[in-house]
């Protein structure tokens, strides 16, 4: 398996406009969770997903920021209207049930978004 | 509520050191799961081992050793003989089995010096 596949790697945008990042868990894997990671606020949860369905979106900072997860392949972050205080690394990360397998979350790359 | 603290910000040692990095846990599940990642300066996120609530044994792979304690509910990893490869933020990380929830510390950066 590839692993967690994100996209972009890297992202610039000028303020007030929409930010789209994507990301491909592993096949298999039932959880899909999106982070924000600053050197402010460190590693935090924005939302997380099982079997598609959102569970907990506690994280997510505000309205301007919403997630989907159409399939079991695919989920998107979207935020709309981006602010330079957006900027951070979005990192996307899938496991499989922790009731069951107790197995970790395995991450992708990462995506550095820089709003200007 | 799930918390976890990881109350070391930096820790600066120099090579051949042995180091201890320090994670203490919250959570109100009786059954969880504890995780160490390392972020090395490439900035991906990588994940070095797996705990289990019911599992206090302690465990070691290779220059790396994990301590489990349930009654301090701490969760130490220490690297033994530190290599500059070694320098890297690790994190600490909680699952509960009811929430599903993977939640980390703030992470502890570790910088080895030659």
């Known amino acids: 398996d590839a692993g967690v596949i994100q996209s972009p790697r890297h992202e610039v945008t000028e303020m007030g406009q929409e930010v789209t990042l994507r990301c491909k868990p592993i096949?298999?894997?039932?959880?899909l969770f999106w982070y924000r990671q600053t050197m402010m606020r460190g590693l935090e949860l924005l939302i997380y997903f099982n079997n598609n369905v959102p569970i907990d979106d506690s994280g997510m900072p505000e309205d301007r920021f919403s997630a989907k997860m159409p399939n079991a392949s695919f989920s998107t972050l979207k935020i709309q209207p981006s602010e330079p205080r957006d900027s951070a690394v979005y990192f996307c990360a899938s496991s499989r049930l922790a009731s069951t397998f107790g197995t970790e979350a395995f991450f992708g790359q990462g995506t550095r978004l820089t709003v200007v | 509520a799930q918390k976890v603290t990881q109350a070391q910000t930096e820790i600066s040692v120099v090579e051949k050191e042995d180091v201890t990095l320090d994670c203490v846990y919250e959570?109100?599940?009786?059954?969880?799961?504890l995780f160490w990642y390392k972020q090395p300066p490439s900035g991906e996120l990588v994940f070095l081992i797996r705990?289990?609530?019911?599992?206090?044994q302690n465990e070691i792979s290779g220059r790396y050793s994990w301590n489990f304690q349930k009654s301090t509910s701490s969760f130490n990893f220490t690297i033994t003989a530190s290599q500059v490869v070694d320098s890297a933020v690790y994190f600490c990380?909680?699952?509960?089995?009811?929430?599903?929830?993977?939640?980390f510390g703030t992470g502890t950066r570790l910088q080895v010096f030659p």
């Open positions: 959570t109100r599940d009786t059954t969880y799961y």
């Open positions: 705990r289990n609530s019911f599992d206090e």
């Open positions: 096949s298999g894997h039932d959880y």
């Open positions: 990380a909680l699952r509960g089995v009811n929430t599903d929830k993977l939640i």
